[in-house]
């Protein structure tokens, strides 16, 4: 952890010899590291929409074999083999951000700690709490749950407790952290926009054909 918060540092860093503004450097570090982790961010999206179409498939085989777990298993990887979905990758991938938003973490309030003048566009305070950007992340996050779930009532609590528990974090920290959220947020919805696009035109995630 401490090899990837030094080098996020160090990064940030230049970022801010080159921009001379703490706001532009941060979006700037959160652009550079989302398009570093494309690749990585359209294999989770490509792994999701798997996910979501073989749902239904799960839910059947679970209920029709719940009193036998060894036919379930059998039953389940027959589906994953059908639509080469990794239940494991898909772990991996949920897991992977994790050690990269904690060193992020330590990053911004060690910047935090350095200097007590840290502004944004010379005008937003990082080092107080802004109600603005918090009210707009709590906006935009709201908006990416719904883009996720297509606007499913299944999860729908779940995704209103994760909002709530968000809101209830990003109020604890000054703007700078805010601001990182909300700017990594907008980009995700890009991706996934842009993986939604691609997928469409060049079918990534084909559904197999039912065998007569």
Do not use: H
């Not at 700690?113 to 709590?138: A, H, P, R, V, Y």
């Amino acid at each position: 952890m401490g090899f990837i918060e030094n080098n996020f540092y160090g990064f940030f860093k230049f970022l801010l010899d080159l921009t001379k503004d703490y706001g532009l450097a941060l979006l700037s570090f959160v652009f550079i590291l989302r398009l570093a982790m494309l690749p990585l961010s359209f294999l989770n999206f490509r792994e999701e929409i798997k996910l979501k179409k073989i749902r239904p498939k799960i839910k059947e085989i679970m209920e029709k074999y719940k009193s036998d777990p060894l036919k379930q298993i059998e039953e389940l990887n027959k589906i994953y083999e059908e639509f080469k979905y990794n239940p494991i990758l898909t772990l991996f991938l949920q897991f992977l951000p994790l050690p990269i938003l904690i060193s992020i973490f330590f990053v911004l309030k060690k910047i935090i700690q350095e200097d007590k003048k840290i502004f944004f566009l010379g005008i937003i305070d990082l080092t107080s709490k802004n109600i603005f950007l918090i009210i707009l992340t709590i906006l935009i996050q709201a908006i990416y749950f719904l883009i996720q779930t297509k606007g499913e009532k299944e999860g729908l609590k779940m995704q209103i407790f994760f909002l709530f528990l968000i809101f209830l974090i990003i109020i604890q920290f000054p703007a700078i952290f805010t601001l990182y959220w909300l700017s990594n947020l907008i980009l995700m919805i890009i991706e996934r926009k842009l993986f939604e696009i691609y997928n469409i035109k060049f079918s990534v995630v084909s559904v197999p054909k039912n065998k007569s």
